[in-house]
């Protein structure tokens, strides 16, 4: 966010007020908004010191304070508001409507902020943008969609379906994972258990012997002394990265990207991610499309929906191939997320001028090999929980059978 000084006529006197915004378009109309009187002039300045340390302190405060809509409130809220939008009951009277009913005091919260934005003149999508991180990229998309399309309770009926389709698959994906969460705790406590207990009692016997410990058996020592000397501050020093990460994810859109090509290079998390953007993307392309939207335009509605930024930035070179003249299927295919049987299908239909049943299919596509990645989940972490299970059983094995070994054959030495 830049900062911005408007020189505003009041009751024939000039103030100076300062105030933060994306760019000069958006400070000009900001400051309309805000500012009662008649607005001279409005520049870029230089951010004072004290508005900058608020700034920081309020950015912090927000980071830890935000969170996400649950989403059970979401949903219902959702199509509770597709209802009313149906019933033709305006948007600023439906959206206090529910802020004022829910028991959700974070929703009634954003819905509440929404309606009072939309009063001051902006659109249902641009309201909801201020809270991208408490509703989600998807429920932005959706609902621009559907005032684009002119269908907003279709839109909103649909992303209701989308969104009890994706708790579901959440729902699944613990399931899946419970078994190997439940397995490495037990694997845990009995490590723990181990190192602060059993190993330690090897130490003073070899002391006592002269012998010298297998390495096995030192490194669960060091382990051991790390854990009961430095416990707490391990603990700490873990809650004070967790927090530092989360604030530079909120923050930093470079090492947000980084993070989000990490997990794009991560085994089984690189598919999950890459087949549900693309499910949605295509989805999403393919009603606005059907509702006669300009092919650009289309693009730049369904790419705001993308979560994942290295997959964001890849599909808006797409728009802005297509908006020189490049072809769909060609845009398309330079982005290299797309498979040849894809591309051949998207080729086809530009010819054949169906590209908005074909994106359908392709969305499906997409979905099915994104159910499937789901379904088998638990057979798919099954080899790597197999091999760290091993790793810990032979550490503490070789930890404790090797050292009475070696007693065995420092007391025989002895005698």
Same mark, same amino acid.
């Given at each position: 966010? !830049?900062?911005?000084? @408007?020189?505003?006529?009041?009751?024939?006197?000039?103030?100076?007020?300062? =105030?933060? +915004?994306?760019?000069?378009?958006? +400070?000009?109309?900001?400051?309309?908004?805000?500012?009662?009187?008649?607005?001279?002039?409005?520049?870029?300045?230089?951010?004072?010191?004290?508005?900058?340390?608020?700034? &920081? !302190?309020?950015?912090?405060?927000?980071? =830890?304070?935000?969170?996400?809509?649950?989403? %059970?409130?979401?949903?219902?809220?959702?199509?509770?508001?597709?209802?009313?939008?149906?019933?033709?009951?305006? #948007?600023?009277?439906?959206?206090?409507?529910?802020?004022?009913?829910?028991?959700?005091?974070?929703?009634?919260?954003?819905?509440?902020? $929404?309606?009072?934005?939309?009063? +001051?003149?902006?659109?249902?999508?641009? +309201?909801?943008? @201020?809270?991208?991180?408490?509703?989600?990229?998807?429920?932005?998309?959706?609902?621009?969609?559907?005032? !684009?399309?002119?269908?907003?309770?279709?839109?909103?009926?649909?992303?209701?379906?989308?969104?009890?389709?994706?708790?579901?698959?959440? #729902?699944? =994906?613990?399931?899946?994972?419970?078994?190997?969460?439940?397995?490495?705790?037990?694997?845990?406590?009995?490590?723990?258990?181990?190192?602060?207990? $059993?190993?330690?009692?090897?130490?003073?016997?070899?002391?006592?012997?002269?012998?010298?410990?297998?390495?096995?058996?030192?490194?669960?020592?060091?382990?051991?002394?790390?854990?009961?000397?430095?416990?707490?501050?391990?603990?700490?020093? #873990?809650? #004070?990265?967790?927090?530092?990460?989360?604030?530079?994810?909120?923050?930093?859109?470079?090492?947000?990207?980084?993070?989000?090509?990490?997990?794009? !290079?991560?085994?089984? &998390?690189?598919?999950?991610?890459?087949?549900?953007?693309?499910?949605?993307?295509?989805?999403?392309?393919?009603?606005?499309?059907?509702?006669?939207?300009?092919?650009?335009? @289309?693009?730049?509605?369904?790419?705001?929906?993308? %979560?994942?930024?290295?997959?964001?930035?890849?599909?808006?070179?797409?728009?802005?191939?297509?908006?020189?003249?490049?072809?769909?299927?060609? @845009?398309?295919?330079?982005?290299?997320?797309?498979?040849?049987?894809? &591309?051949?299908?998207?080729?086809?239909?530009?010819?054949?001028?169906?590209?908005?049943?074909?994106?359908?299919? $392709?969305?499906?596509?997409?979905?099915?090999?994104?159910?499937?990645?789901? %379904?088998?989940?638990?057979?798919?972490?099954?080899?790597?929980?197999?091999?760290?299970?091993?790793?810990?059983?032979?550490?503490?094995?070789?930890?404790?059978?090797?050292?009475?070994?070696?007693?065995?054959?420092?007391?025989?030495?002895?005698?």
């Amino acid at each position: 966010m !830049k900062y911005f000084k @408007a020189t505003v006529l009041k009751q024939g006197k000039k103030e100076e007020v300062g =105030f933060y +915004a994306k760019d000069k378009k958006e +400070a000009l109309k900001l400051a309309k908004v805000k500012y009662h009187g008649i607005i001279i002039k409005v520049v870029e300045a230089e951010e004072p010191f004290e508005e900058k340390l608020q700034r &920081i !302190k309020e950015e912090l405060t927000q980071n =830890f304070q935000r969170k996400k809509i649950k989403p %059970d409130a979401l949903i219902g809220a959702i199509r509770q508001l597709a209802v009313m939008v149906n019933a033709d009951m305006s #948007i600023t009277d439906s959206l206090s409507e529910i802020a004022e009913s829910t028991e959700d005091p974070n929703l009634a919260r954003v819905f509440g902020k $929404v309606a009072e934005d939309i009063n +001051a003149g902006k659109s249902f999508g641009e +309201a909801l943008k @201020a809270f991208r991180y408490e509703v989600g990229n998807l429920t932005i998309a959706m609902i621009m969609l559907g005032e !684009k399309t002119g269908n907003l309770d279709q839109a909103l009926y649909s992303l209701a379906n989308m969104l009890e389709e994706i708790r579901a698959n959440v #729902i699944k =994906f613990k399931k899946a994972m419970a078994y190997p969460r439940n397995v490495m705790i037990a694997m845990a406590i009995a490590f723990t258990i181990l190192i602060s207990y $059993v190993v330690p009692q090897f130490k003073a016997i070899f002391e006592e012997l002269g012998a010298q410990l297998p390495l096995p058996t030192i490194i669960l020592l060091k382990l051991e002394y790390l854990f009961n000397n430095y416990g707490p501050y391990l603990l700490m020093a #873990i809650f #004070i990265g967790f927090m530092i990460f989360r604030y530079m994810l909120n923050t930093s859109e470079e090492f947000k990207y980084k993070w989000h090509q990490l997990l794009l !290079k991560t085994y089984l &998390i690189k598919n999950i991610i890459m087949y549900a953007t693309l499910s949605r993307f295509t989805l999403v392309f393919s009603e606005l499309i059907n509702a006669d939207v300009p092919v650009a335009e @289309a693009l730049d509605t369904a790419v705001d929906m993308i %979560d994942s930024l290295p997959l964001k930035r890849k599909l808006q070179h797409v728009r802005l191939a297509v908006e020189k003249g490049n072809s769909l299927d060609k @845009a398309l295919e330079e982005t290299g997320l797309f498979e040849n049987m894809i &591309i051949q299908m998207i080729r086809a239909a530009e010819q054949s001028g169906t590209i908005s049943t074909m994106s359908k299919k $392709v969305s499906e596509y997409y979905k099915m090999k994104f159910d499937a990645i789901i %379904d088998g989940l638990s057979e798919a972490i099954e080899p790597i929980m197999l091999i760290m299970i091993a790793a810990m059983v032979i550490l503490l094995a070789l930890g404790i059978f090797l050292p009475m070994w070696d007693m065995g054959n420092a007391a025989q030495g002895r005698g």
